[in-house]
């Protein structure tokens, strides 16, 4: 498994941006396909955005849409998640996961993921 750790979290009123990046341990880290997720208080931990380099291709939740953006810099193992006009309903946990498994899509489901960071906590104010 690899090592995740997230950063970047923090409270920012509504309509800010954020940038949560996601450092990742091992030589083979292009080969992951690397997702973001998110848990809200009181709900499921939810899909936010996926990055395959294989693939070439990334996926996000219609709720994000527009709003967040995923990329990856293989050279510095690192995932970023660009969250622009941030509203109160982002408020949640947000977790980076990898999976190392090779599929015919992006998975999107918390099932799929083989290794998880500790969350970074992004609160957005009113």
């Known amino acids: 498994q690899v090592q995740l750790v997230e950063s970047g979290g923090g409270l920012v009123q509504a309509g800010a941006s954020l940038r949560l990046s996601c450092a990742a341990s091992?030589?083979?880290?292009?080969?992951?396909?690397m997702g973001w997720f998110r848990r809200a208080p009181g709900k499921e931990r939810e899909f936010v955005a996926a990055?395959?380099?294989?693939?070439?291709?990334?996926r996000y939740a219609d709720s994000v849409k527009g709003r967040f953006t995923i990329s990856r810099d293989n050279a510095k193992n690192t995932v970023y998640l660009q969250i622009n006009s941030l509203k109160p309903e982002d408020t949640a946990v947000y977790y980076c996961?990898?999976?190392?498994?090779?599929?015919?899509?992006?998975?999107?489901?918390?099932?799929?993921?083989?290794?998880w960071g500790q969350g970074t906590q992004v609160t957005v104010s009113s």
């Open positions: 996961a990898a999976r190392a498994r090779m599929s015919v899509g992006i998975a999107t489901a918390n099932h799929d993921y083989d290794s």
């Open positions: 990055s395959s380099w294989r693939l070439g291709s990334t």
């Open positions: 091992g030589r083979t880290f292009k080969t992951y396909t």
